[in-house]
């Protein structure tokens, strides 16, 4: 019996026959997209994908490795527990490209991480613009209070002369501005500890100390306020100790508002260390100048002794003033990272 070879028979022109050895038939990818139209969505080609082509199962050589050193015995398997241990250890042995199961890291060379700025931060730039704004309407709505207030710090009352007495919402508007003064105080003071101590602290963030000094200015400013009204209620009577906290209220709100600017100046406009250092001074010397005057007209105008008024005001307003700069201190070396 003899078999006949395989063969696909074409006919030519003139009429001869041509026998060609059949070749195997291999479907590709590329064929079955080919009988697909033209404007087959991605969906259509998966489908005409998966329906001429089956997965099947992978099956690995199971041939010995030979690649060796000639004159060595082949290699062994890491995971033999019998394995010595001088095998699995070695000078790349730890290399990420000796072992592509671990992550290789970053790929290029690391950028330097853009430093945290003032003006960068969202959150505090949208603070200080409410802030702004609150002032602003706040300063609109009552400027005859301000007029008034202006007129009865600078000028002496007579004795006898009945007093206009501040509503409730003017109150609110004071207690308003010392609030600011707080806030403004705490972000002046950490402008100058990232300025003298870096940014590297034990915090997650910075707005955790911000915080931490804004707590520590109103405590101050609380403590403040109560050592002046049992000092004044021991030495001075009732009438004046009101008009000294309703005084003391109207400067620290005045020492907020001065200060406001250096905040946007040195957080927003790149002002030096030295020059927000000099307005700070400059500015905090105007409140306590103001503050001198008030405490001497209302409790020791009548007293020329000026021996009184200076302990007074250095007992009351420079050593707090001292003590408080010092927690500030300690508090930022403390919370300070030291390499």
Same mark, same amino acid.
């Given at each position: 019996?003899?078999?006949?070879?395989?063969?696909?028979?074409? /006919?030519?022109?003139?009429?001869? +026959?041509?026998?060609?050895?059949?070749?195997?038939?291999?479907?590709?990818?590329?064929?079955?997209?080919?009988?697909?139209?033209?404007?087959?969505?991605?969906?259509?080609?998966?489908?005409?994908?998966?329906?001429?082509?089956?997965?099947?199962?992978?099956?690995?050589?199971?041939?010995?490795?030979?690649?060796?050193?000639?004159?060595?015995?082949?290699?062994?398997?890491?995971?033999?527990?019998?394995?010595?241990?001088?095998?699995? /250890?070695?000078?790349?042995?730890?290399?990420?490209?000796?072992?592509?199961?671990?992550?290789?890291?970053?790929?290029?060379?690391?950028?330097?991480?853009?430093?945290?700025?003032?003006?960068g931060d969202n959150i505090i730039t949208s603070i200080?613009?409410?802030?702004?704004?609150?002032?602003?309407?706040?300063?609109?709505?009552?400027?005859?209070?301000?007029?008034?207030?202006?007129?009865?710090?600078?000028?002496?009352?007579?004795?006898?002369?009945?007093?206009?007495?501040?509503?409730?919402?003017?109150?609110?508007?004071?207690?308003?501005?010392?609030?600011?003064?707080?806030?403004?105080?705490?972000?002046? *003071?950490?402008?100058?500890?990232?300025? #003298?101590?870096?940014?590297?602290?034990?915090? /997650?963030?910075?707005? *955790?100390?911000?915080?931490?000094?804004?707590?520590?200015?109103?405590?101050?400013?609380?403590?403040?306020?109560?050592?002046?009204?049992?000092?004044?209620?021991?030495?001075?009577?009732?009438?004046?100790?009101?008009?000294?906290?309703?005084?003391?209220?109207?400067?620290?709100?005045?020492?907020?508002?001065?200060?406001?600017?250096?905040?946007?100046?040195?957080?927003?406009?790149?002002?030096?260390?030295?020059?927000?250092?000099?307005?700070?001074?400059? #500015?905090?010397?105007?409140?306590?100048?103001?503050?001198?005057?008030?405490?001497?007209?209302?409790?020791?105008?009548?007293?020329?002794?000026?021996?009184?008024?200076?302990? *007074?005001?250095?007992?009351?307003?420079? +050593?707090?003033?001292?003590?408080?700069?010092?927690?500030?201190e300690i508090t930022a070396n403390s919370l300070k990272?030291?390499?």
């Amino acid at each position: 019996m003899i078999l006949q070879q395989d063969s696909i028979v074409h /006919e030519s022109t003139g009429g001869q +026959v041509d026998s060609v050895a059949a070749k195997p038939f291999v479907l590709t990818p590329k064929m079955v997209l080919s009988w697909l139209p033209r404007d087959a969505t991605p969906a259509q080609q998966d489908s005409a994908i998966q329906a001429h082509f089956k997965p099947s199962e992978v099956r690995w050589s199971q041939r010995p490795d030979t690649l060796h050193l000639p004159g060595h015995d082949k290699g062994r398997n890491m995971l033999d527990v019998q394995l010595p241990q001088y095998y699995k /250890e070695g000078f790349f042995s730890k290399d990420s490209l000796f072992h592509p199961e671990l992550p290789g890291g970053r790929v290029g060379v690391a950028g330097d991480p853009i430093p945290y700025t003032i003006h960068g931060d969202n959150i505090i730039t949208s603070i200080l613009l409410v802030c702004f704004v609150l002032l602003v309407i706040s300063l609109s709505n009552a400027r005859n209070f301000i007029v008034r207030q202006v007129k009865s710090f600078l000028y002496l009352s007579r004795e006898g002369v009945s007093e206009v007495m501040e509503t409730s919402d003017e109150m609110h508007f004071l207690e308003f501005l010392v609030f600011l003064t707080s806030f403004i105080l705490a972000l002046l *003071y950490y402008f100058y500890s990232v300025e #003298a101590y870096g940014d590297t602290y034990v915090l /997650e963030s910075q707005y *955790y100390l911000i915080a931490i000094y804004m707590g520590m200015t109103v405590a101050y400013f609380l403590l403040k306020f109560m050592v002046y009204s049992v000092v004044n209620v021991t030495l001075f009577d009732s009438k004046r100790n009101g008009q000294w906290l309703k005084s003391l209220l109207f400067i620290t709100s005045l020492e907020g508002t001065l200060l406001f600017p250096l905040t946007m100046l040195w957080g927003y406009y790149d002002l030096t260390t030295q020059n927000a250092v000099i307005y700070f001074v400059i #500015a905090l010397a105007i409140v306590k100048i103001l503050t001198i005057y008030k405490c001497y007209v209302i409790f020791f105008r009548r007293n020329v002794v000026k021996l009184q008024i200076i302990l *007074y005001f250095c007992t009351l307003e420079i +050593v707090p003033l001292l003590a408080f700069w010092g927690a500030l201190e300690i508090t930022a070396n403390s919370l300070k990272i030291n390499f």
